[in-house]
């Protein structure tokens, strides 16, 4: 009796098979639980039809079973660094805590059958939900530098102006430089003090067409660059050796042993040469982007 029932079944089930209909409608099928039943829909299901939600945060397992035949004990991990994960359905995570969702766990090609039952994802804030306000506070030191930039290149370029069309603040017209008078004779010769170390050197160079070629070169060259934002760099460093001269003819100081206005100037100069000052308020970008600059980068 036992064989003949196989055998009928056996022959009924080839022609519904033949036919196209699905094994589960067959009264001798077994029957499936739902479980199964939705595992093998999702495994038959192709890829691109499927929604899933792939997410590679640590996931804490609260239950965690292996379903491929060997049993391991439960919470042998607390904390399980995976592998990018296809679940489902998709999550809404909220920022700024934990939250708790029931997943369904659809395979893994390259690990064993995982069902995960309870799991906690912290979820991590991402590039497109950060405040705007980091990029314009970013912005505020770049373009502090180029304020103090235009600040210094105006003090040089001022000071080379005055000697030459005698302004009338610190030089008088009469005897500016239009006038054949020396930008650098009025200084050298009055403005030391014949107690300093610096005069015995200075003095004598007084009025040389020389010092006065690098004077005008260090005041209304280096001061229209560092306006304009071209040539930061070896203008900076001119311009800090220029001020540091200027502090080392200046002693002995009257308020302070060493320090006075010309070393700020200095460290503002260096500052200015070897940051990208002349990006902001400036011509930086374009002065680098020529060919003169591009095949000399010294003169970025």
Known sequence: ???RASTSCSRSAAPLSSRGSAASRHPCAPRTSSSVRSRARARSTPATTRRPWTTSSTASLRSWRSTSGTSGPRNQRSAVETSPLTIAPSLSV?????????LRWLGNPNQPEEHMTDATITPTETAHSAPR???SSAKVPAILLGALRIALGWQLLWAGLDKVFGLGLATEPGKALINGFSPTR???EFGLDPAGFAYGALHPIAGHPVVD???LLGTLGAGLALLLGVGV??????????MLLLWFSSFPLANNPFLDEHLFAVAAALLLAFSPSGDHLGLGRWWRSTPLVQRYDWLA
């Open 1 to 3: 009796m036992r064989s």
């Open 94 to 102: 909220t920022f700024g805590g934990a939250s708790r969702h029931h």
């Open 133 to 135: 306000t980091d990029r």
């Open 186 to 188: 009025g200084y050298l």
């Open 213 to 215: 070629a690098l004077y």
């Open 233 to 242: 760099r070896i203008t900076g460093i001119g311009a800090a050796a220029f």
